[in-house]
Structure formats: C-alpha cells, structure tokens
C-alpha cells in the first residue's frame, strides 16, 4: 500500500481531522496523481453531516480535483508522469452495461463506482476522497486539464460543471436559446458561463436583488427575483429552458410557469420527493427532467469547451487545513461560489509527522 494524507472524519463527528491514509498499489491501468486543489461540493457536506451511518464512516470527502499524475501502471498510454489530470466524482464503472455503453458511466446499471464512500470493483474497498495528498485512479476516469486553465478555479468543473453541461448539451442549449438559471451558487453560477459561452440568451433568478451585479458579471442578461410577484409573472412562458440549483427543497410551479411552450425544467440542486401541480406541465406542455454527473465523453467535451472558452469557477481558495471553516461557510451558504481547498499544506504535515 501507499501512504499518504488527508482530511477525514470519523464515528459520529462532523469535524474532519488530519490523517494517515493509505492507497492501493498502482494497477496496470492506475495513475497515481498528486492532489493539488479539491473543490468542496454540497454532496460533501450531505455526506459529511449524515450520522446514521448512511454516509458511510471513516468518509473521506472530495470528488472535484485537479493535480499532476507522478506515475503510471504499465498498461497507462494516455498519460505520463507530470501531465496535468483532473478528476470527478465517478473513479470506475461496469463498461459493459447500455448506459455505459452509451458513454453514460454516471447512469451505470451496475452503479458506477464513487470517487469516496464508492466500492472499488476489484477489491471491495471503500473509496477515500480527494481531500487528501494522493489520489490512485484507473486511468479511463482520469481527465487530461486543458492549457490555460487555472487548476484550483478548474477543479470544481468535475462536479459541479460537468452536473450542469449535461443537461445543457441534452436540451440543445446553444445560440438564441432563452435560458433561465434558478439559484446563483456553486452549480448555478457555472450554468450562467457554460450557457452564456453556448450562445444562450441566459437570465438568472434568484430571491434577492443583489445578485443583480453578478448576474451581470457572469454574462447574464437579467436577473428575476423570485420573491417579486410582479417580476415573475411578467417572465412567464418566457424560457425554453430552466435550470434549477437551488439546494433547498421548494415549490417547482413557480419555476414550470417560467418555462416556455414544449419547453423544459432541469432540476439539479436538490435530491428527494417534488410534489408537482399537473397542471403546471399540461398548460404548455412543458417537461421535467433532472441530471447529475456525467460520463467520460461529456467529461471530455466539457473540459474542451471549458479551455476553449476560459472557463472557470469562481472560487475561493483556503490551504486544506482551513477545511472545518469551509464546511461551516458552506452550511450558511456562505461562498461565491464555490470553495477550493489547496492540498500542498499536507506535504508539511507529513514531514512534521516524520521528524
Ligand atoms: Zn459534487
Ligand atoms: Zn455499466
């Protein structure tokens, strides 16, 4: 085994702790990759916060990162040793299944294997996050980083970016398309770019009026707020398309009644039961959907588009051992818009540990 370092959190506890970790032994097809920057997503926190044993415990978080391969399994011809890598949240899949098939690995029938809290197919270990020094990967579930592309502000591409292209490049999303972004956080504000980027006449809505200046930064042409019933019945029927991040359970109608006929609904932020009025889908005979994640090809074609474009995240970046103070920002929603942790701090946790 390798050993290494990263932030963990154990038994009933929701603060994570400095901790000797091990990796597996490189694969033929394995890279070994020097974890640089990780981006904490709100799937972080759900995992992090759940302590009925679901989330599963020791849990190392991280599934959006960016860092350098330092080496490769003998099988590896896609990358050598110094490339710069990126990584998401899905490390393995069955490949044979249709939807893996299809380059749809996220929707694996045999469940695609997670970048932590997962089951490694060979071995049946649990998989540790990225928050953490060195990461080991099969090398079809590693990504080479554009050129030109900040890794700390790339990072959370690989969740949050990629969660959002998908349902963008299902619908057709490109010049002249009226899109609307519900929710201006960590998803929301890369739905902004990616659309704005795709040619989409892209608007946001949010509750409160003083995203008005960032929507405007992020390309956006407007800003509806939701909170002003004026405002939201003078946008009816206007969108072909709504993306909605928002992460806290709420009402779709006000939402469906934006969308445009035979226009669609994603609904991304939020995981659980919805409760639908019919009546909001029959009048325009609008659709619901949903996506979360994505497979290898739309990985890559998100990442080309992203380096073609200059596409990164906003973020804020804090050496890792400011970890505990993230999550706590990001349970207040406290973050534009997205956290990125720099991992170099651990090499000297490791050398004072060994001295
Ligand atoms: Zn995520
Ligand atoms: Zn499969």
Redesign the pocket.
Same mark, same amino acid.
């Given at each position: 085994m390798r050993s290494t370092v990263g932030w963990q959190v154990e038994g009933s506890s929701s603060t994570l702790r400095r901790t000797p970790l091990e990796r597996r032994d490189l694969r033929p097809d394995d890279l070994a990759v020097r974890v640089d920057y990780c981006?904490v #997503? &709100? %799937?972080?926190l759900h995992a992090i916060d759940v302590r009925d044993g679901e989330g599963g415990r020791p849990l190392v978080p991280g &599934?959006?990162f960016t860092g350098v391969v330092t080496e490769t399994g003998p099988a590896v011809t896609r990358f050598t040793v110094g490339d710069p890598v990126a990584v998401g949240?899905i490390v393995d899949s069955c490949g044979e299944c249709a939807m893996c098939r299809a380059g749809q690995e996220n929707f694996c029938h045999a469940f695609p294997t997670l970048t932590y809290g997962g089951t490694d197919r060979r071995d049946g270990s649990t998989t540790l996050g990225g928050y953490s020094r060195e990461y080991v990967v099969r090398d079809r579930f590693a990504y080479r980083l554009p050129a030109g592309l900040d890794p700390a502000a790339a990072a959370p591409l690989l #969740?949050?970016g990629i969660?959002v292209w998908e349902p963008l490049h299902a619908l057709g999303v490109g010049p002249g398309t009226r899109v609307a972004v519900a929710g201006l956080g960590g998803l929301g504000h890369l739905a902004v770019k990616i659309a704005v980027a795709l040619g989409a006449d892209t608007s946001v809505i949010s509750r409160s009026p003083d995203k008005a200046d960032d929507a405007r930064r992020l390309g956006a042409h407007g800003l509806i707020v939701s909170a002003d019933p004026e405002q939201m019945a003078g946008a009816r029927n206007r969108f072909d398309v709504v993306i909605d991040t928002i992460s806290a359970p709420h009402d779709l109608g006000p939402y469906l009644r934006l969308v445009a006929l035979d226009g669609t609904l994603s609904h991304l932020g939020h995981l659980g039961p919805v409760t639908v009025e019919t009546t909001d889908l029959l009048v325009g005979r609008k659709k619901l959907s949903s996506a979360g %994640?994505g497979g290898t090809p739309a990985t890559i074609a998100m990442l080309d588009f992203c380096g073609e474009h200059g596409i990164t995240a906003d973020i804020e970046l804090l050496p890792s051992a400011r970890v505990n103070e993230a999550l706590d920002r990001l349970r207040r929603n406290d973050v534009r818009y997205r956290f990125v942790l720099d991992l170099s701090d651990l090499d000297l946790a490791a050398s004072v540990r060994a001295s």
């Open positions: 981006g #997503c &709100h %799937s972080d &599934h959006e949240n #969740c949050a969660t %994640s």
